[in-house]
């Protein structure tokens, strides 16, 4: 089950935790689904997973929401709207019309790829990585590469869950990682 | 170039209007694709695409934002924060974990299938449905089956571009539409 972080944790924490629905066996048997649809269906949740996160991000000079398909563009936009910069998808392959650049990234078995405008961001510009978990790290890793390689710096990556066992988090280059709350 | 409705159009119209990026022959020759990501990218223009969906809805007793996998998910969250609303993702198959109901769809070449989770909306709910934009109107009409076979009531489809030659408007069961752009 989902937990907040340790120390002082904000009271909006435990709400938001208690709304994430887990569901075993998905996609396959043995993995423990962290399943984020329940907490959108709160909508007290919902504006406060976005709180915390804008809370954070305002007034630290951020032009860049940089969300991971498909669940970071449900997380990302609201979070850049309120803080006034831009929204950048990152793209399954084939997705993205016109010019892109492409990451590949390395699965349990296999690769996958993800894609960025070019032009969507500049050197200067200085960005945040959304998604609604990190697991291994590697889709949010190829996510940072696509950023810096276009020249922006990426400030920090945000999460709502962490599966910290995964060890994810050391797969971010030494960049910052913020999350809400770790499910062991 | 992405045209005007009505007359008496609001001044923030323009600006998302020309903000939008025709790319030709994508996703195959011959189709001008309608690039939102250069609308996401222009926070002035974002921001007054949500305020102005927003305008329309507060107050109006709707308790569900529905938005189609995946240019739906930028569209349709903030839309749901600002006015207190449930936010459903309705997705492309597998993607959903736990029990799901099913919608098939007929494309150009094949069928396709549009899924929502079984509880996320309870009978008597009033729902909106959210897109980037209208086309034949065959994924809207999917989205609207399923909300109305979970005893929902859509009270209003919403996009950003009707492509209004396509006539995807007859397909919404009676069910208005409002748009904030045409593309002829």
Do not use: W
């Not at 907040?4 to 629905?21: F, L, T, V, Y």
């Not at 970071?72 to 016109?98: E, N, Q």
């Not at 993800?114 to 949010?140: F, K, N, P, W």
């Not at 950023?147 to 999460?159: F, Q, S, T």
């Amino acid at each position: 089950m989902a937990c907040g972080k340790d120390g002082e944790q904000d009271p909006r924490i435990g709400g938001i935790a208690a709304s994430i629905r887990v569901v075993p066996d998905f996609p396959k048997k043995g993995i423990m689904f962290q399943d984020i649809t329940t907490l959108l269906l709160d909508p007290k949740a919902f504006k406060n997973t976005v709180d915390l996160f804008v809370e954070r991000y305002i007034g630290k000079d951020v032009s860049v929401v940089a969300g991971i398909e498909a669940r970071g563009f449900i997380f990302g936009p609201p979070i850049a709207l309120a803080i006034g910069a831009k929204f950048v998808p990152l793209r399954k392959p084939r997705k993205l019309p016109g010019e892109v650049i492409s990451e590949k990234y390395v699965l349990e078995y296999g690769t996958d790829c993800l894609e960025m405008h070019v032009g969507a961001v500049q050197s200067g510009d200085r960005a945040l990585v959304v998604d609604d978990l990190i697991a291994t790290g590697g889709t949010l890793c190829a996510a940072m590469n696509l950023l810096e390689r276009a020249g922006a710096e990426v400030i920090e990556c945000a999460c709502v869950i962490e599966l910290p066992e995964l060890k994810g988090r050391e797969k971010l280059n030494g960049k910052p990682l913020y999350v809400l709350v770790e499910s062991r």
